[in-house]
């Protein structure tokens, strides 16, 4: 067990994301807001001694991050909405910022992992 040398950022969709997914043709979900809340994107960030500073780094990737959530639900990018803003991005998510992670695991994390799409399931249970 070791602290890594990171901040973790977790990515947590808010009620326009939901009511964009559930619009969404061919895509519509039965999830509650809490239940889609539940297993979020986390990333693992540059550590930063001010949580500020997290943000800032965030704010630097934010339409990025916005197209990746869009994209791990809905593959067709043409139905996506057309304000990818950053200002967007942070109606339609939350972040939290952690300071402290800690590897349980003694071995070195695979570096060609691909991410799972949504619905999919990783070996983790996502």
């Known amino acids: 067990m070791y602290v890594i040398d990171r901040n973790l950022a977790v990515i947590k969709p808010k009620q326009p ?3 964009w997914l559930r619009k969404t043709p ?3 979900v039965d999830l509650t807001l809490e239940q ?5 994107t986390a990333l693992l960030i540059p550590e930063f001694e001010e949580p500020e500073d997290a943000v800032a780094f965030i704010d630097e990737i934010g339409v990025e991050l916005f197209e990746a959530e869009l ?5 067709d990018a043409s139905q996506w909405p057309k304000e990818r803003s950053l200002a967007n ?10 300071g402290t992670v800690v590897d349980l695991v003694d071995e070195a994390v695979p570096a060609d992992t691909p991410a799972p ?9 996502r």
């Open 89 to 98: 991005f942070w109606l339609w998510f939350d972040v939290e910022i952690h």
């Open 17 to 19: 994301f939901l009511d």
């Open 36 to 40: 889609l809340r539940l297993d979020c």
């Open 71 to 75: 994209g791990s639900w809905v593959d």
């Open 26 to 28: 061919g895509h519509e």
């Open 117 to 125: 799409q949504r619905g999919e399931r990783s070996a983790g249970g």
